[in-house]
């Protein structure tokens, strides 16, 4: 009868054990990100370790992230928004406080990270990715020297140029090009760079945002401008493609984590956010997404040859 009993308490304790090691264990857990933005083995390993569901959901756009979260301001646990948008978010009451108590691996990161302009302090938002902004070209087809933004409105590439689809960078450029600063406020500088876009268009083949890797790769136009990283895939996918950033400077995007001041499950958010941000967890997505890592000790697991 004894043995009897102590085999059946075996695994009663098994469960508490397991219980206290996930204490959010069945929990679903809501994820925004952007498409292909992740190692999906990185959400298998956080679900083992954790016991929490994650539900996956993706964006092409910040614009379109936005809408989404203020029609459904509750429906989201965890977003990857870019610094613009996050500050946006942040004037406007729609980002959680987070708690760097239950975020022990944000220590991690590289120190001029920590306090973006956009986001003193780091109190609503924490770095995932970072990169530039440049143009991608085909090497069989742009023969000349490309270090500044005017081949972007070059008619010998008419029908051949891709324009990211994305308003604030798109606009970014258009400032640079004509010498002002990507973040004026002056209306004047604002309508010359819509003057400039509008002067653009005839030429695009399109706006563009993940339709550029299809395009690129194969093939089917000489210029794009889009993000470092991604241009880095496409690069491993066509030996013939290339990237540059113009003499006349560009700018760095950042894309961090933030939890919506409507989420549902904050405790488990927290626990998101720092899994993503463990060395191992980093390094594995930069290696699938070619982003540049925020994290200090990911940084040192890196391969310098590849």
Request: glycine share 6%; net charge negative.
């Amino acid at each position: 009868v004894e043995a009897a009993a102590e085999s059946a308490a075996e695994p009663t304790e098994a469960a508490a054990e397991e219980s206290a090691e996930q204490p959010y264990a069945g929990t679903t857990l809501t994820v925004y990100n952007w498409y292909d933005y992740i190692d999906e083995a990185v959400i298998d390993l956080f679900e083992e370790e954790t016991g929490i569901n994650v539900e996956y959901v993706n964006f092409t756009t910040n614009e379109e992230m936005y809408a989404k979260l203020e029609a459904t301001p509750g429906a989201y646990d965890v977003l990857f928004p870019s610094d613009y948008i996050i500050e946006r978010l942040i004037k406007e009451d729609m980002l959680a406080e987070l708690n760097y108590d239950n975020m022990p691996n944000a220590a991690g990161l590289m120190e001029w990270l920590k306090s973006p302009d956009y986001d003193e302090g780091g109190k609503h938002s924490v770095a995932y990715m970072w990169g530039t902004v440049g143009y991608l070209y085909n090497t069989t087809m742009v023969d000349e020297p490309v270090d500044s933004w005017d081949i972007l409105w070059d008619e010998k590439y008419s029908g051949n140029i891709l324009m990211i689809g994305n308003q604030r960078d798109a606009i970014a450029v258009a400032l640079k090009r004509l010498g002002f600063s990507m973040n004026t406020t002056s209306e004047t500088e604002l309508l010359g760079a819509e003057n400039e876009l509008m002067k653009q268009k005839e030429l695009l083949q399109a706006y563009v945002m993940d339709q550029s890797y299809n395009k690129m790769e194969g093939n089917s136009a000489a210029l794009c401008l889009y993000y470092s990283g991604d241009a880095l895939a496409m690069m491993e996918n066509n030996p013939d493609l290339s990237f540059a950033v113009p003499d006349e400077g560009s700018n760095y995007y950042m894309d961090s984590m933030c939890i919506p001041k409507n989420a549902k499950n904050v405790d488990e958010a927290h626990e998101y956010i720092n899994f993503m941000l463990e060395a191992e967890s980093g390094l594995r997505n930069c290696e699938e997404v070619y982003g540049s890592t925020p994290n200090k000790e990911t940084f040192k697991l890196l391969d310098p040859d590849s």
